[in-house]
């Protein structure tokens, strides 16, 4: 599963609502470049606060950003079980560079700090912990977390005000039902194999949703629409139901089914929505997966529109919804639990009803993706 960039964490994070933002993961996950790149968005030099790093087979130093002061803050001891956390730790280090600088952070000018990065070594002083947890009561936090079974990490990641992105599963389980059940009459038939700039309208929406999701499957009554999907290895169902409720129920229930391990959330996608960006769809799935619990969707200055991902706790409204609606009745329902992700531009967010629309796409892809 490819792990999200700078540009996704923070629009997901962004329109979370959380205070703190921190990266976890494992070794070579990638936590400081994406640190370092999201640090770069918030100040043009060194935010306040403190820096990790090791000197492999010697110790571990920390640094205060701004002053350069530093301290061996671990030292290597081969006698400790490898081949992680072969670093003692030096308490008094942590307490009187640490504790002081993270103090100074906090006092800082500006709205941020940063802390790179926080792992066992650190769980070992009570006092740099307390000072750290201060820390985020003063000022938002960009920290890199060292992915370890330790209860002041696995809490700090927890927080209900910290948005966490885990680089190893960072769109946690969800799944996607590409909604392709339309008949298309007012485009005059064959909508979903109609192509923009040489591709079927439903290989775009294809490309961008392939390689997020734990499970993923495509509703239709076309029988090519099904023949393109399983040629590429996505599961289709295929059904001659009428009603929009109909796709909804189906593809949920496909990805839902007795023995199916649980998801937190499902993507509804329109197969008819070309320009929809699939930087878009991942920054969906990260805020679903990092801040679980509300409704996400992409909007265009203020205007909602789709593909929606749902969290698990609406699956039994959508398994029932009425005749003929679709997953809007259930965002109705819950307005204030609604978050939105800025789209790239309008054309994102249109569909393709009649073979004029194409056409205006067409141009619109012209002008906002060349």
């Keep these: 599963m490819p792990r999200p960039d700078a540009g996704c964490i923070w629009t997901s994070f962004q329109s979370s609502g959380k205070r703190h933002l921190l990266l976890t993961g494992g070794r070579g996950s990638g936590k400081t470049t994406l640190r370092n790149a999201l640090a770069a968005r918030l100040a043009e030099g060194p935010l306040p606060g403190v820096t990790t790093w090791a000197e492999p087979g010697r110790e571990v130093r920390l640094r205060e950003n701004g002053s350069g002061a530093w301290a061996a803050v671990g030292v290597f001891d081969p006698g400790l079980p490898g081949p992680e956390n072969r670093m003692r730790p030096v308490e008094k280090a942590f307490r009187t560079l640490g504790v002081p600088a993270l103090a100074r952070a906090g006092a800082a000018a500006g709205e941020w700090a940063s802390v790179d990065e926080v792992g066992y070594l ?10 750290l947890l201060a820390l985020m009561e003063r000022k938002r936090l960009l920290a890199a977390v060292r992915k370890q079974d330790l209860s002041f990490l696995q809490a700090l990641c927890q927080r209900p005000d910290v948005f966490c992105v885990d680089l190893d599963a960072p769109y946690g389980r969800l799944g996607c039902v590409i909604m392709a059940s339309g008949l298309g009459k007012r485009f005059g038939g064959g909508k979903l194999l109609a192509e923009l700039h ?7 929406a294809l490309d961008a949703t392939g390689g997020l999701f734990a499970r993923r499957v495509v509703v239709t009554r076309d029988l090519a629409a099904a023949a393109l999907c399983q040629a590429q290895g996505v599961e289709t169902v295929l059904h001659d139901l009428p009603s929009r409720s109909d796709t909804v129920r189906l593809g949920l229930a496909a990805l839902t089914a007795p023995g199916e391990p649980p998801l937190a959330g499902c993507l509804f996608c329109p197969a008819d929505q070309p320009l929809l960006r699939r930087e ?10 990092c801040a679980p619990g509300p409704i996400w969707r992409p909007a265009w200055q203020g205007q909602p529109g789709a593909p929606v991902l749902f969290p698990a706790w609406t699956f039994a409204e959508l398994a029932s919804l009425p005749e003929g609606q679709g997953g809007g009745a259930v965002v109705r329902r819950w307005p204030g639990r609604v978050r939105c992700i800025p789209a790239a531009c309008p054309a994102e967010l249109q569909d393709v009803d009649r073979r004029e629309d194409l056409a205006q796409l067409e141009r619109s892809a012209d002008k906002y993706y060349t």
Excluded at 122 to 131: F, L, M, N, Q, V
Excluded at 198 to 204: F, I, T, V
Excluded at 280 to 289: I, R, Y
């Design 198 to 204: 040489g591709k079927p309208l439903l290989q775009y």
């Design 280 to 289: 878009t769809v991942a920054s969906l799935a990260l805020g679903a997966a």
């Design 122 to 131: 650190e769980t070992t002083c009570p006092d740099y912990c307390a000072a």
